[in-house]
Every structure is written in structure tokens, then in C-alpha cells.
């Protein structure tokens, strides 16, 4: 190629953007003509603003919308047109199946989907249909597909997502890996961000870290930790995210009232790193997951991790030695292994020393955003 690669990357929020393709995004603009597409009046909290990129709002929802998606599909197909990128790349499940759709139609020559979960694991009946077809779909309309983790690439050909297309994972898995400079222990910010919490000396603190949505498990998180609670004096909970479902007041009163003040919402919080510090142990207890960026963001702060045996979190966390993993939805195991992660700090300790150099070692954010670059390259350059 002579001139400058036309690429496209679609994703249905900022938030995905912001998260998981900041640093992708950085590096191909060096290199490449790249425009981002999102739907602009998500999480307007968040601002993606690169000075070599455009950005192109188009109402990409995550929610079942017919009219709606064939309004976004409308506007894809246009702009692809108009366009005629080299390689278009799409984030997440809606953003996939109405990208490659575009993309297929005027034949972008490279057509990426990245596989990060999948929405039909946690669904059943005609939903479960839907949006599992919406995958294969996808897979049929991409020309190369990636997912996040080896564990979830075999979920997807177990389910014949692909139709014997192959699907690659860089390295070990992740997307964007982990900033293990900025994400780093710090007792300093700790004892900082706890006193800001007004959370006393001595507690134990778990931590949720991510989208506040049914799908990751967050009732049976504040189940367990009522019942914790109870038992553990000292035991705290911190949940962070963006509260999509509108679910923060159903939590607030599934709890005691005289438990609620050991019980933090933040809301979207835009320095995680103190959080993580602040925290003793993560608890991701999801039904579904590509890989789990908030497990190593822990880890490569020293700070285990308590989650569930899926795909994707089985990548992230290597069970009794740098977290502990537990049956999805089983109230018994989760009671045990938070128990065991809050009454224990000589386990937390070692598994989080562990956690730390696993962390550091597979999934430091230049070593990984570096393997996705260059796969870039190979596809431009070899189809």
C-alpha cells in the first residue's frame, strides 16, 4: 500500500472505546487513516478525542431495537460507502452484526469481529436463539475473527459460532491488557481513598468493578455479602461502574437497612487504580465473559480475585493461586470463597503476590497492544 490504510472501528458505546481500544486506537492512527464509530450520547461521561482520528456518531444501541438497528444499519451502510475502508473492525455483539453486515455489503476487503462474551450465554428460549444466530452471523460475514481468550475460542467452536472458520487469540488473551506502571500496589493511595470512603482502620473490603447489569452477577454478590456480613463485622463492599439496568436501588433494598453503610456505590469512578488499592479482593461473579479486564487490573496491583468458572474468567484467574473460582450462581460456593478470601489475609496475600507477577508477566499492556498491531499489519498486508 501506498497511500495510508482506511480503517474503521465500530463499537456500540464510548465506554467500550474508552476501556478496551484507547491504546489500539493511538497506535494505528501513526500508521493509518482510522475513524472511530459510536453512539455519542452513551456514557457522556466520556470523551474519546484523538488528534489523529475522526470519530463518527452513529445510535448503535445495546438493547433489541428493530427499528432502531435498521436505523443504525442505514447509517453504517452509508458511511461505509461513501467511505471504502481497507479494514473495518467491530468491539461487541450489536456493533458486530450490523458492522460486518455493512461491511459485507460493500465488500470492505478486511472485516474483523473481536469475540469479548457473548450475550446468549445468559438468555434461554427464542432470546437465546436470536442472539446466538446474530453471532454466527457475524462469524459468517467476517473475513478474520479474534477472541479475547483461548478459553472462549473453544466455547465459540464447541458451539459452532464459526462454521470451521478459524479464530485466533494473541498471545495469552486479553484485549488491552494491563498498565502495570499505573496499576501497581500503592498502600499510600489506599489509606487515601479509604478514608475518603469513611471506611474505618481494620475492614476488609470486596470490590466490584464494572457494568452494574444482572449478567454480572451482582445480586448474588450483595446476597453473599449480607449474609457475610452478619458474620464478619468488618466486612465492606464497594460496587463501581455504570449502573446500565437501573439496578443500584433493587440492591440497596435487598439489604438490611443496618448493613446499607458498609455498602458503597460510586457510579462510573474514573480512577479505578485507587479503588483496586483501596480493595482487598475483587469479586466478578459474571454469567458470561470474554475475559475479565478488571481481574488483572486487580492482579497487577497484588489484589486476588474471587470469580466464576466461565470462559474467559478461567483465563483471568488461575483458581487457589491467584483468585478463587466458584460455580456461577451457586450461593454456597460464593459464601465459601468470600469467606475464605475475607477472613483470611495471609491467603489474599499470597494470592495476590502471585496474581501480581502472572499479571506483569502475560498481559502487560505494551506487549499486548503491540501483538494486535501487528496483526493489523498482517491483515492489511496479506489479503
Not at 474503521?8 to 472511530?36: G, N, Y
Not at 478525542?49 to 448503535?60: A, C
Not at 458451539?159 to 486479553?174: F, P, Q, R, Y
Request: net charge positive; charged share 25%.
Amino acid at each position: 500500500m501506498t497511500e495510508k490504510p482506511k480503517i474503521c472501528v465500530i463499537a456500540a458505546t464510548p465506554l467500550t472505546v474508552h476501556f478496551f481500544f484507547t491504546e489500539h486506537l493511538r497506535q494505528m492512527s501513526k500508521w493509518a487513516d482510522v475513524t472511530v464509530v459510536f453512539n455519542d450520547q452513551l456514557d457522556t461521561h466520556i470523551t474519546i478525542s484523538e488528534q489523529n482520528m475522526r470519530v463518527k456518531h452513529v445510535p448503535i444501541i445495546r438493547k433489541v431495537s428493530v427499528i432502531g438497528d435498521i436505523w443504525a444499519l442505514i447509517l453504517l451502510m452509508l458511511h461505509i460507502r461513501n467511505e471504502r475502508y481497507d479494514m473495518v473492525v467491530t468491539l461487541v455483539p450489536k456493533a458486530g452484526f450490523l458492522g460486518m453486515m455493512a461491511a459485507n455489503l460493500f465488500k470492505t476487503r478486511v472485516r474483523l469481529h473481536i469475540f469479548q462474551g457473548e450475550v446468549w450465554v445468559a438468555r434461554f428460549g427464542v432470546a437465546r436463539f436470536v442472539f446466538k444466530l446474530a453471532d454466527i452471523i457475524t462469524a459468517k460475514l467476517a473475513t478474520n475473527i479474534l477472541a479475547v481468550s483461548h478459553s472462549e475460542r473453544d466455547f465459540l467452536y464447541s458451539h459452532k459460532i464459526t462454521s470451521g472458520k478459524h479464530i485466533d487469540v494473541l498471545g495469552e488473551g486479553s484485549i488491552c491488557g494491563v498498565d502495570a506502571k499505573k496499576f501497581s500496589p500503592n498502600k499510600k493511595i489506599a489509606k487515601k481513598q479509604r478514608n475518603a470512603m469513611r471506611i474505618p482502620d481494620g475492614a476488609v473490603v470486596a470490590l466490584f468493578l464494572g457494568r452494574i447489569c444482572r449478567d454480572k452477577g451482582v445480586f448474588e454478590l450483595v446476597n453473599v455479602f449480607c449474609k457475610l456480613a452478619r458474620e464478619i463485622p468488618d466486612l465492606w463492599l464497594i460496587i463501581a461502574g455504570p449502573d446500565e439496568e437501573n439496578l443500584k436501588s433493587e440492591l440497596i433494598n435487598s439489604v438490611d437497612v443496618d448493613l446499607r453503610t458498609r455498602l458503597i456505590f460510586t457510579g462510573y469512578f474514573q480512577r479505578p487504580v485507587e479503588l483496586i488499592n483501596a480493595s482487598d479482593f475483587l469479586c466478578l461473579l459474571s454469567h458470561r465473559e470474554g475475559f475479565g479486564l478488571s481481574v488483572v487490573e486487580a492482579a497487577a496491583c497484588g489484589v486476588p480475585s474471587l470469580g466464576t468458572k466461565i470462559h474467559g474468567l478461567s483465563d483471568a484467574i488461575i483458581d487457589a493461586e491467584t483468585g478463587i473460582l466458584v460455580s456461577v450462581e451457586n450461593q454456597a460456593e460464593i459464601l465459601t470463597g468470600m469467606r475464605q478470601l475475607s477472613t483470611n489475609a495471609r491467603l489474599r496475600s499470597r494470592l495476590g503476590a502471585k496474581a501480581r507477577a502472572r499479571a506483569i508477566s502475560l498481559y502487560e499492556k505494551e506487549q499486548v497492544v503491540s501483538a494486535y498491531d501487528r496483526y493489523f499489519h498482517f491483515l492489511l498486508h496479506s489479503q
